[in-house]
């Protein structure tokens, strides 16, 4: 049989108070309540018994007996609590903002909320909550291509606007390549991680199969994608694709092709006196940002490409026109939009950007 537990000792004085709290109408409920659960107890009643009886956990009554055993009837009451989390002054907040663009400490070589708040000698809680009103995040990054190009007003001129305002009759596309696409084999799968989280697991070892070479041009007005895969990424490569993209344009329509600075792209004038309708446009030198196939080439290196499984360079071609060919009835253009970032915004000035 289950043991059963001893009735609590208690004085004929302590007994008095405890019955006159239980049928107190002055002093909070929760105390009234714990009284009267004691009361039980020194009658002789179990802990089941009254915890049925006042409706609450068994635990609780063996919690509320050993306080009394210990500490009597102020074992009852509530020991003192921290309270409200203390309030800094605006010149915490001034503190911590103008801190983050000193020197972070030897070892570091960014300030996080920890060494922020050793350096401050406040809690961490609070200088997080001051990052968070101030809309600072300490280790997203953001990165910006910045053009040095002398002519790069004259040539974003012209390639805005031809996605803006087209020609007439003609065909706008925005052409890239992108080479060295891997063929890797691994294996993949879901897992569960220790806090029950199932996510995407990719095994750490894998083998090589080679690799491919990736032409895309993209139709602006229509986001339509033509594409070619081929071993190398050298200049007769890139002629092969000019001229399919040439042989399915209508001989009378003009076509303006978008493309970086790349050898391949350049010194190609005897192809472009046979094909007289055909103009290059070069973006200026780091500003790869202005070509818009650079935003479906991210598309779909996430859907094709990202935790991919290849056992060759064949099944990889096939995984690539797959879904080229799934994205052509879907396709749309692109709203492009750019924040224009210059050099001397790069600063570290946290108090000018927050005030």
């Known amino acids: 049989m289950p043991k059963k537990a001893p ?53 609780t009554v063996i919690d509320l007996r050993r306080r009394f055993e210990h500490n009597g009837i102020d074992g009852l009451f509530d020991r003192p609590r921290s309270g409200k989390p203390p309030e800094y002054p605006k010149s915490f907040r001034d503190s911590v903002l103008k801190l983050l663009e000193e020197v972070p400490p030897d070892g570091l070589s960014t300030w996080d909320g920890p060494a922020v708040a050793k350096r401050l000698n406040s809690s961490a809680d609070a200088v997080w909550r001051v990052l968070r009103k101030e809309g600072i995040c300490l280790q997203r990054q953001r990165s910006w291509c910045v ?22 009759n003609a065909l706008v596309l925005s052409l890239d390549e992108k080479p060295g ?32 070479n990736l032409f895309a ?89 990202r ?10 071609r096939t995984a690539i026109e797959a879904f080229v060919k799934a994205y052509g009835p879907n396709a749309k253009p692109f709203e492009w939009r750019k924040r224009d970032v210059k050099g001397s915004q790069l600063r570290n000035t946290i108090v000018n950007l927050c005030n």
């Open 7 to 59: 009735i609590p000792s208690c004085t004929v004085d302590v007994k008095q108070k405890l019955i006159e709290l239980s049928s107190s109408r002055v002093s909070e409920a929760r105390l009234v309540e714990r009284a009267k659960i004691i009361n039980c107890l020194l009658e002789g009643k179990s802990v089941t018994d009254t915890a049925e009886k006042f409706d609450v956990r068994p635990n």
């Open 147 to 168: 053009s040095t190009d002398p002519e790069f007003a004259v040539k974003a001129a012209d390639i805005v606007g031809l996605y803006l305002n087209p020609p007439e």
């Open 181 to 212: 696409i891997q063929a890797i084999e691994r294996k993949t799968g879901y897992v569960m991680t220790d806090n029950g989280k199932i996510v995407r697991g990719l095994k750490s070892t894998y083998k090589r199969h080679g690799t491919l």
């Open 217 to 305: 041009a993209l139709e602006v007005a229509t986001g339509a994608i033509h594409t070619k895969m081929t071993e190398y990424k050298k200049r007769v490569d890139f002629i092969e694709f000019m001229d399919g993209l040439v042989s399915e344009t209508s001989p009378d329509k003009e076509l303006h092709v978008i493309m970086d600075n790349y050898c391949i792209h350049k010194k190609n004038d005897a192809w472009l006196l046979a094909h007289p309708n055909v103009h290059f446009h070069f973006t200026p030198t780091s500003a790869s940002w202005l070509n818009q196939v650079e935003i479906w080439f991210g598309i779909m290196s996430r859907k094709v490409l």
């Open 307 to 316: 935790g991919g499984n290849f056992e060759s360079k064949d099944v990889l």
